[in-house]
Structures are given as structure tokens and as C-alpha cells.
């Protein structure tokens, strides 16, 4: 993975770093411990009496859903495998114990009640959503495969100068624009690449090296939030708010960026100014040297012609007709037909974040297929709820969750909860919005949560460049995260109430 990226180097350390945290030996006996526990809830709540639940006429299938829920949970949270792992075992688990596919004595729906169907769990894997995501790999592949990502970043940071403050901004705006549209990792690498120079400048005793180490993560979390591609919790809610069979919203890109992009700037023009105060510059200039060149020929220009399209596609999914969805597999067919993505290049793709992705998917499909979410509406006064403690109580937990675990899982998890929590609410959500607002305000607190090296990938690469402490990683992300949070809950609050959602 990630073998045609700029700063692979890096990235490998990261990774060593975070296998290293999770899967020390001296933490053996603490994961048993933690499998323990795991297999301990799920087989109480898949053998438990089912009036135990307190839910009415809650099915067998309805009570296995519920464990299998509590299993992701667990493992996300505890992190005893990868991510993905957890949702390949997930997808697997509901495809024999509550589908019509599944082991034989399960087929009586008298006694266990209807059964899922095999298709639809397995459909998810092939979500209109997951077709974003590949699309969005598909583009950055391609992006880096011609050395376009490394021209733009020329021409975009070329009118900062060689000011050390204003280069500073250069990169975290550049980084941001880039996230957008390219996985956070990928940019967050190729960008530290491109400081490695730069740092060689700057006086080892001198603070100015932290605040652009710093400022790549913290532009490449931020960043994520200003498009649906731009981070799978983007992702993820907009499946929520756009499904046809609950909220059905019909939320586009370009919607989605009218509001989100402009929080993006200005959060990235506070980092700057948060920047620069903690960690002060004593060398005043900066001689800024990209190496890399766009590559000539039929293919460069395809890829800047399609990649060009898409984006202006994507802004314009309103006025076209085209969703998001459908838009993101036009550079793939393109790029496939004129060779310009092979099959090697294929394997570039971050399947891992898919599957994970999937296994949320899934889980929300088990939710609602089952006919749980259903039952527990009618069976929970969702109605009595404060409007204002859900969105603050649904950003607190995924925000200090995505700081410890993958804050796709986190999303994963929290996303078809609030949708159904949401849905039985109704109208009360109207004076903080409605349900955009929680939402969209809880992929926000996905993306500001970074304070920790293993946060994020963008802090582990950051962190890996041994130029940054942890206590300096975790002041700024604390600081960033809960600006992030306050003005992104305010705007998309603002938003809803005046019916831009």
C-alpha cells in the first residue's frame, strides 16, 4: 500500500509505531484479559432472555443483532485486532447466525423471527458510498502515478513567498485543499516530504520546526472536513442523512462544501495564528525547493482533464442530476479504459478502510433490516430526549473515542445509533437544526479529535519525524479540537436553522 506516495518512509514508521503500541508482547496478558471480556458480553447478550432487553417483541435475530453490535464495539474500542478485522468478522457473523443464508436450524422464523437476507448484508461491501471512496483513491493514485499532486503543490505555495510565517501558511492551507480530495495519510506524507529541506534550514534550538511539523496533521485532520471524500465519518453520515428508507435528505457535494469548506479556512487561519504564537520562528526567511515534476504525454493530460471534471461534477451535483456516488466512478472508468490505473495500481487502494467501513455498513443494515430500530423507537421515549444533551452527549463520546481508536469506527458505531435516535425524534430536533446537525456535528468531532501520536495517521507520521513531543502534539490538538468542534456545531446549527441543510 501507499508504495507510490511521497514520504513511504514515513509512513512505515508510523505504522511500526502504532503496531508497536497495540501489539507489544509485554501486552499479552492485558489482551486476554480484553478477549475475555469481549466474549463475555457478546455471549450474555446473544443467550440472555430476550424480555431481559426491556425492547418489546424483540426476536431472536433482533437480540443477535444486539450482540453483535456490542462485539464490534468492544473490539474497536479495545483495538485486539485491526479495524478491518473487525468488520470482515462482523459481516461474517450476521451472514450465519441471522440471514437466510446462515446455519441450517436458523431458518424457522417462527421461532427466531424474520431472517436478514444474505444479498443485502453482502450488498454492503457495494454501498453507493464505498464507490465514493474508491473513486476518491482512484483520483489520488492517479494524482501522484503522474506528478500532479506534486505540481499543484508548487503552484500553490509559490505565492506565500519565503517568509517563514507566511510558508507556514502555505503549507497548512495546501495540506488542507489537498485533504479534501486526497486521503489524509497520502498528503500528510507527501507534504513532510516536501518540509524534509526545509527543516535542514530552519536552527535545530528554534521552535519554527515544531509549528511546521505540526502544522501538516493538524491541516490534513482539518482539511477532511471539507468535502464527503475527504474522511470516511464524511462519508458515513451522508449515507445516514441521504438514505432513501430513512432520512432521505438528498444532501449533495457541492451542499455539503458550501458550508464546510468556508469552517475549513477558517480553522486553518486559526491554527496559523495558534502556530505561530506557541512555537515562534527566529529564522525569518524560508527557501522553499519542491523536487518532483508533472510527467508529459496522453496520460498526464488525462489525468489533469478528468481530474479537473470530477471535482467541477462533484460542485455541481445539484444542477446535474449526477450524485456524488456516480460521479466518483467516472475517473475510474476513464482511467481504466486509457491505462492510465492498472491492475498493480489497483492494490493501492486502502481496502482496509473499506472493509471497515463495510462493517458499520452492515451493522446499520442488521439495525434496521431486522426491524430493531423499529422496535426500540416504540419501546424507548426517544421524544423525551433533550435535543441539546443528544448532540453534545454524541460529539463527546466521538470525540474522545476517535482520539484512542479509528475515528471510521467511531462513526461506524455512533452514525445508525443517532440516525434511529434521530428519526424518533422528529420535529423536537428543530430548535438546534434538526437531525444535519447532529450528524454532521458528530463527523466533525471525528476530525478534530488529535490530540495523541496514534490519534490519527497524520499524527503518527508527524510524530514519526522525531521533530515533534507528544505534550506539544496534544496542547495544539486539545486547543484545535475543541475550536473545531465549537464554531463546525455553531455553523452546522446555523445552517439548519435557516434551511440550508
Excluded at 505540526?214 to 470516511?232: C, E
Excluded at 450524485?323 to 493501492?348: H, S, W, Y
Aim: aromatic share 10%; with cysteine; charged share 10%.
Amino acid at each position: 500500500m501507499l508504495t507510490n506516495y511521497r514520504g513511504l518512509h514515513l509512513v512505515q514508521a508510523a505504522r511500526n509505531l502504532r503496531h508497536n503500541h497495540k501489539y507489544h508482547p509485554s501486552n499479552a496478558t492485558l489482551r486476554l484479559i480484553k478477549i475475555f471480556l469481549v466474549l463475555l458480553v457478546t455471549l450474555t447478550l446473544w443467550f440472555m432472555p430476550t424480555d431481559w432487553f426491556g425492547i418489546n417483541n424483540l426476536t431472536i435475530i433482533q437480540q443477535r443483532v444486539i450482540a453483535i453490535f456490542a462485539f464490534a464495539t468492544l473490539m474497536w474500542i479495545f483495538e485486539i485486532v485491526s479495524s478491518w478485522a473487525t468488520s470482515v468478522a462482523v459481516i461474517v457473523i450476521m451472514l450465519l447466525f441471522c440471514t437466510d443464508s446462515g446455519i441450517l436450524p436458523l431458518v424457522n422464523e417462527e421461532e427466531v423471527g424474520p431472517l436478514l437476507s444474505y444479498k443485502g448484508v453482502m450488498a454492503t461491501f457495494a454501498d453507493p458510498v464505498i464507490m465514493l471512496f474508491i473513486g476518491g483513491f482512484v483520483l489520488a493514485i492517479a494524482a501522484t502515478k503522474t506528478g500532479l499532486d506534486a505540481q499543484l503543490a508548487r503552484i500553490l505555495l509559490r505565492p506565500f513567498g519565503t517568509r517563514s510565517e507566511m510558508v507556514l501558511l502555505g503549507f497548512l492551507l495546501v495540506t488542507g485543499l489537498f485533504s479534501m480530495f486526497v486521503s489524509n495519510t497520502a498528503t500528510a506524507a507527501m507534504m513532510l516530504t516536501f518540509l524534509t529541506p526545509v527543516f535542514r534550514q530552519l536552527p535545530p534550538e528554534g521552535k519554527g520546526r515544531v509549528a511546521l511539523a505540526l502544522s501538516i496533521p493538524i491541516a490534513a485532520n482539518l482539511g477532511g472536513m471539507g468535502t464527503p471524500i475527504g474522511t470516511p465519518p464524511n462519508n458515513i453520515a451522508l449515507k445516514y442523512l441521504n438514505d432513501p428508507e430513512g432520512l432521505n435528505m438528498n444532501l449533495g457535494f457541492g451542499q455539503w462544501m458550501m458550508f464546510m469548506f468556508p469552517l475549513v479556512i477558517i480553522l486553518l487561519f486559526i491554527s496559523w495564528m495558534i502556530l505561530k504564537k506557541m512555537f515562534p520562528f527566529t529564522q525569518k526567511t524560508i527557501e522553499l525547493n519542491i523536487d518532483g515534476e508533472m510527467k508529459k504525454g496522453f496520460h498526464a493530460n488525462v489525468v489533469i482533464v478528468t481530474f479537473f471534471v470530477t471535482i467541477a461534477l462533484w460542485l455541481t451535483d445539484r444542477f446535474t442530476g449526477i450524485n456524488a456516488n456516480t460521479v466518483a466512478m467516472i475517473p475510474f472508468c476513464i482511467f481504466a479504459l486509457t491505462g492510465v490505473i492498472t491492475k498493480r495500481d489497483l492494490e493501492q487502494i486502502n481496502w482496509s478502510v473499506i472493509w471497515m467501513v463495510a462493517g458499520g455498513f452492515a451493522l446499520g443494515y442488521g439495525l434496521n433490516k431486522s426491524g430493531l430500530a423499529e422496535n426500540a423507537i416504540e419501546s424507548i421515549p426517544f421524544d423525551t430526549f433533550s435535543p441539546l444533551l443528544i448532540l453534545i452527549l454524541g460529539g463527546a463520546i466521538c470525540y474522545l473515542l476517535s482520539n484512542f481508536i479509528s475515528n471510521s469506527a467511531t462513526a461506524a458505531l455512533l452514525m445508525p445509533i443517532l440516525a434511529i435516535v434521530c428519526g424518533a425524534m422528529g420535529d423536537k430536533l428543530d430548535p438546534i437544526g434538526g437531525t444535519a446537525t447532529v450528524l454532521i456535528g458528530v463527523a466533525i468531532a471525528a476530525s478534530s479529535a488529535m490530540i495523541l501520536p496514534i490519534s490519527t495517521p497524520p499524527n503518527a507520521l508527524a510524530f514519526s519525524t522525531n521533530l515533534v513531543q507528544q505534550k506539544d502534539m496534544a496542547k495544539i490538538g486539545f486547543i484545535m479540537g475543541m475550536i473545531s468542534m465549537v464554531l463546525g456545531f455553531g455553523l452546522v446549527y446555523l445552517m439548519g436553522i435557516i434551511k440550508v441543510l
